[in-house]
């Protein structure tokens, strides 16, 4: 089965930081782009992230750049996401994401979702 | 504010057909990127619903329709059904590869 777990959520102090970590199964994943998506609560959906299969290229959002980290281990099938400074605007439900078309040149759709982590920044 | 704009609600009637409008501009949508659109009932992670403009993945029932023209694109649901109530968003990227969606579109069912 094509699956994507999230992890490393929590409560977190402002300014503080937190990785959150994305397990893949069922798919090859060194073929595929990969992206973070994240809800605020009661809101719609961010992109946050994205990176392509190899890491060579990585993208950001503007309101994240400079603090936030996308990266990715093939060997271990997993997507990282280190995040740091962080601000109470960051609070949501951080999604991992997969791309649609395997061994692709450049992002397309997201077909395979994780559950989502929850990331809660506050005093 | 989000880039590619979406009506915040919609409704329809059960049997009925819905549009959605998910409106960008010559950076996104009118610069050739494709559309993409997503589902999410409550509490759920987000479903593809129609990827490259107007294409089904498997299991999408053939109520669900998209389309694109110019700087806009638009999702179609014809035969409306309660377990259809739910969000609604549009997808698409700029030239910097950064993707965007539409603020998104609560659909009710009357």
């Known amino acids: 089965e094509v699956q994507l777990v999230e992890s490393g959520g929590g409560l977190v102090q402002p300014g503080g930081s937190l990785r959150l970590s994305c397990a893949a199964s069922?798919?090859?994943?060194?073929?595929?782009?990969m992206s973070w998506v994240r809800q605020a609560p009661g809101k719609g959906l961010e992109w946050v992230a994205n990176?392509?299969?190899?890491?060579?290229?990585?993208y950001y959002v503007d309101s994240v750049k400079g603090r936030f980290t996308i990266s990715r281990d093939n060997a271990k099938n997993s997507l990282y996401l280190q995040m740091n400074s962080l601000r109470a605007e960051d609070t949501a439900v951080y999604y991992c994401?997969?791309?649609?078309?395997?061994?692709?040149?450049?992002?397309?759709?997201?077909?395979?979702w994780g559950q989502g982590t929850m990331v809660t920044v506050s005093s | 504010q989000s880039v590619l704009t979406q009506p915040p609600s919609v409704s329809g009637a059960p049997g009925q057909r819905v549009t959605i409008s998910c409106t960008g501009s010559?950076?996104?949508?009118?610069?050739?990127?494709?559309v993409h659109w997503y589902q999410q009932l409550p509490g759920t992670a987000p479903k593809l619903l129609i990827y490259?403009?107007?294409n089904r993945p498997s299991g999408v029932p053939d109520r669900f329709s998209g389309s694109k023209s110019g700087t806009s694109a638009s999702l179609a649901i014809t035969g409306l059904q309660a377990e259809d109530e739910a969000d609604y968003y549009c997808?698409?990227?700029?030239?910097?590869?950064?993707?965007?969606f539409g603020g998104g579109t609560k659909l009710t069912v009357l």
């Open positions: 994401a997969r791309d649609f078309w395997a061994v692709s040149t450049r992002p397309d759709a997201f077909d395979i």
């Open positions: 069922g798919f090859t994943f060194s073929s595929y782009w």
């Open positions: 990176i392509k299969q190899d890491g060579s290229e990585k």
């Open positions: 010559s950076s996104n949508i009118g610069a050739g990127y494709d």
């Open positions: 490259g403009n107007s």
């Open positions: 997808q698409s990227y700029d030239s910097s590869l950064s993707a965007l």
